[in-house]
């Protein structure tokens, strides 16, 4: 929510500066998430007049203008705005003005004819994103006045965060309530007065749906001037506000929401077909929205319809049939209260979050309806002219909320806030936030005002009290319970240490959604169940995740459109598989890597440039499962992911210390995707690279590569035990066996360790051979065999045995042959 300080300062007198102003908002429940100036520096700019324009006599896109600036002879100013005429008031920028962007105004001459100065767009000043001419002010704007003081552009603007609980803030009025009570100022504001009927035109209004809608008011305006030009001090409101100028019927339609926090609706009244009637819509009924969307509708939702059809969306949107334009004569105006139950999500599933529908879904004063057409009447006729109507309003008054008083304690007060609080301050902080006060004998009888949604109870008013009081102003006190802290069992290690442990290997962490998009989760899990949302907050976050994979693609994307070459990321957070129709949450770490292995730099090898590969990315997930003090528990064993490249993709299985899998949790559809426990051993990760089709669908550069661990099962550490050292020698056997390709490392090495006595301590693979000697199809391994006792040196018997042993089962179980 942005406001204005100059335009807070007209409901109620500030007593402290935007910045300090920002901090007690802060204190008090409304962040402060930037504090801007209202525009850009700028100097050297006046409010000019033209006297008179002339053809360019060298240029037919440009005029010579004459322009009075308030002092001295007028001067002559060369313009190329298709607006500029004799009679307008703009804005000159002086020779030596400085304008934003630090863009210094000289004399000049275009196309031989000289200029002194220029005439300026609202785009030129930091005022508009974009401008079709020269600024045009108001005829009664004083000539050579300073143009940052007529428009007030020494201004801030304060931009807060508004919680959901709070929806009678999302207006001026709302913060100047605040600030009143915060600073114990009156609440002031422009004189709203009834205006009076001029004609008796109503259109009839029907509840079909009271619950949803129990009060509608409306009032016709005739005779309305819509291409009149919106004044430049509520253009310029409304672009601090973050809204752009339209027209003047919509644009005080904005105004009055931005100002007193009921949203406005104006409908053309020669377009309108029949009487309202409120109601639900009917399954599958069409509407075209303003914004030219066409949405067709379920029957949980309110719609607004005349005698053809559905006009306009409750509460999020009017339709583009009834919508007022620039030759709209007659405006029908609606001011209505929507219930929140009946707007809440609807906005989001359909089109998405607009201003109307943030402040119906919160709640809005019930009882403000009429203040804020007499308001919007008032703008009306003062900017557009027309003839009002009489206010109707149509309302079934069992269906609006009411406001019950809440009990409030002395004694509730102390024990929360830990000091007790003088009872007439007290009541003085619920008067200034316009709240009746009855005494009783425990305490008061409070109750809020109709704008104030989130006073239910007790502790909601000791709330209230602190936050005005100011949490400052109570001292700290030692809690009353006796603390008990959570376990941290020293199995699990701290996230930190893992973090800082990938870091180091050049990976920035990344934090996305648990909820991602359906689609590009199904692209890359489609076996998987997945858990929808209820009420997503757009229809690409609207499932839970099943893996981390798709937030860091995502991610991935990002980095890649910001010409990032080189990108490393994990994540670690929850997934949630969804296993026999129960939903299982998993503590997960993730990772992705993608781009040249290395980073550039000017003495890097030439293969440091190449992509990084399964291979890089697996050494990195090796460093992590060597810190649990377990490493030869785990094993790469090639398997198939729909999401990953056929063979280029392995499971990673561990070992439990007593032999038997890791157990912790129940199987979750990796578990199940991978085949669960393997002699002995069960799945905890998966590491792989995406799949060709998935990296050409998704626009990567270079297909990445990804790792997803089971944070607990994988990285749980085994404590350190005691473990006898050898006094005597160890002896070492080189051998190179011939095996099938499809033999992998980590099988060699089982069978090795299976066939081999006692006394092998260790097998290390030192180098592997393809080519002149060796048959097609087939690789030779060398392997390094390390023997060792604890009770005696070996003799060459002993490994000779045991290198026999092995060699013989190497050639019986995987057709093997020695290489000499």
């Not at 009664?140 to 304060?158: F, I, M, S």
């Not at 509608?216 to 309305?224: H, P």
């Not at 089982?750 to 080519?771: K, N, Q």
Request: charged letters at 25%; one cysteine or more.
């Amino acid at each position: 929510m942005r406001v204005p300080y100059q335009w807070l300062r007209e409901w109620v007198p500030v007593p402290w500066e935007a910045p300090e102003l920002g901090e007690r908002l802060t204190m008090a429940g409304f962040e402060l998430e930037a504090l801007e100036p209202a525009a850009p520096p700028f100097s050297g700019v006046v409010v000019a007049e033209i006297l008179e324009t002339a053809p360019h006599p060298q240029a037919d896109k440009l005029c010579v203008c004459r322009v009075a600036a308030g002092e001295g002879e007028p001067v002559q100013i060369v313009c190329g705005a298709s607006n500029a005429r004799a009679g307008l008031r703009t804005a000159l920028a002086r020779v030596g003005a400085m304008l934003p962007g630090e863009v210094r105004i000289k004399a000049a001459k275009l196309r031989g004819i000289a200029s002194q100065g220029m005439l300026c767009s609202a785009k030129e000043l930091g005022l508009a994103e974009a401008s079709a001419g020269i600024l045009e002010l108001p005829a009664d704007a004083p000539v050579g006045e300073d143009l940052r003081g007529y428009l007030a552009l020494d201004d801030y603007v304060l931009e807060l965060n508004v919680t959901p609980n709070r929806g009678d803030a999302l207006s001026v009025l709302g913060i100047a309530r605040e600030v009143a009570a915060l600073g114990g100022r009156p609440l002031g504001g422009p004189r709203i007065e009834p205006i009076a009927a001029r004609h008796g035109d109503r259109i009839g209004v029907h509840l079909d749906a009271p619950a949803a809608c129990p009060k509608f008011a409306g009032r016709v305006i005739r005779g309305v001037n819509n291409r009149a030009a919106t004044p430049q001090w509520m253009r310029e409101r409304l672009r601090r506000a973050g809204m752009r100028s339209i027209g003047p019927i919509v644009d005080v339609t904005n105004y009055v929401m931005l100002e007193l926090g009921q949203p406005l609706h104006a409908y053309d009244v020669a377009r309108l077909r029949g009487e309202i009637r409120v109601r639900m819509a009917k399954a599958g009924e069409p509407v075209t929205l303003l914004d030219g969307r066409r949405v067709t509708l379920d029957p949980d939702v309110l719609v607004i319809a005349d005698g053809e059809g559905a006009v306009g969306i409750a509460g999020i949107m009017g339709g583009e049939r009834t919508a007022v334009s620039a030759g709209t004569v007659d405006v029908f105006l609606e001011g209505a209260y929507f219930s929140p139950d009946a707007v809440a999500g609807r906005a989001r599933r359909l089109v998405s979050q607009t201003d109307a529908s943030q402040r119906f879904e919160r709640g809005v004063d019930p009882g403000h309806q009429e203040r804020a057409m007499e308001r919007a009447t008032e703008l009306i006729y003062a900017i557009a002219g027309g003839s009002p109507g009489a206010v109707a309003v149509t309302q079934a008054g069992e269906y609006l909320p009411r406001r019950l008083p809440v009990r409030l304690r002395r004694s509730q007060v102390a024990r929360l806030l830990g000091a007790p609080v003088d009872p007439a301050r007290i009541e003085a902080i619920f008067g200034s936030l316009q709240m009746s006060v009855a005494r009783t004998t425990e305490g008061w009888a409070i109750t809020p005002p109709s704008h104030r949604f989130d006073i239910a109870i007790e502790a909601d008013l000791i709330e209230e009290i602190a936050r005005i009081e100011g949490y400052g102003t109570f001292a700290e006190a030692d809690a009353q319970a006796a603390q008990r802290f959570g376990s941290l069992p020293e199995e699990i290690p701290p996230e930190g240490r893992v973090l800082e442990s990938l870091a180091a290997r050049g990976y920035h962490e990344a934090i996305t959604y648990a909820f991602v998009d359906p689609a590009l989760q199904s692209r890359l899990f489609p076996d998987r169940e997945a858990l929808p949302l209820a009420n997503p907050i757009a229809s690409d976050l609207s499932v839970m995740r099943v893996s981390l994979w798709p937030g860091l693609l995502r991610a991935a994307l990002e980095n890649q459109r910001r010409q990032q070459d080189r990108i490393r990321l994990i994540e670690h957070g929850a997934r949630f598989a969804m296993t026999r129709g129960t939903l299982e949450e998993i503590d997960s770490l993730a990772g992705l890597a993608l781009g040249p292995r290395l980073p550039e730099q000017w003495g890097g090898p030439a293969e440091a440039r190449a992509p990084v590969d399964f291979f890089d990315v697996k050494a990195d997930v090796q460093s992590l499962l060597a810190a649990t003090g377990d490493r030869d528990a785990f094993t790469f064993e090639a398997a198939a992911l729909s999401c990953l490249h056929p063979g280029r993709a392995a499971r990673i299985l561990r070992r439990g210390a007593d032999g038997a899998g890791v157990s912790g949790r129940q199987r979750s559809p990796d578990d199940q995707a991978a085949g669960g426990r393997t002699a002995g051993r069960q799945a905890v990760g998966w590491i792989g690279e995406l799949h060709p089709r998935l990296t050409r669908e998704l626009g990567l550069a270079a297909p990445p590569i990804l790792f997803e661990l089971d944070f607990r099962a994988a990285l749980r550490i085994e404590r350190p035990r005691a473990q006898e050292i050898s006094r005597f020698p160890q002896v070492r056997r080189d051998i190179a066996v011939v095996v099938d390709e499809a033999v992998t490392l980590s099988a060699l090495r089982d069978r090795v360790t299976l066939a081999a006595s006692s006394l092998l301590r260790e097998v290390r693979i030192f180098d592997v051979y393809r080519g002149s000697g060796v048959e097609q199809g087939r690789k030779s391994v060398a392997l390094g065999l390390i023997f060792q006792e604890f009770s005696r040196t070996l003799t060459d018997e002993d490994v000779d045995r045991a290198v026999a042993s092995i060699v013989a089962d190497l050639c019986a179980g995987l057709g093997a042959r020695i290489r000499e």
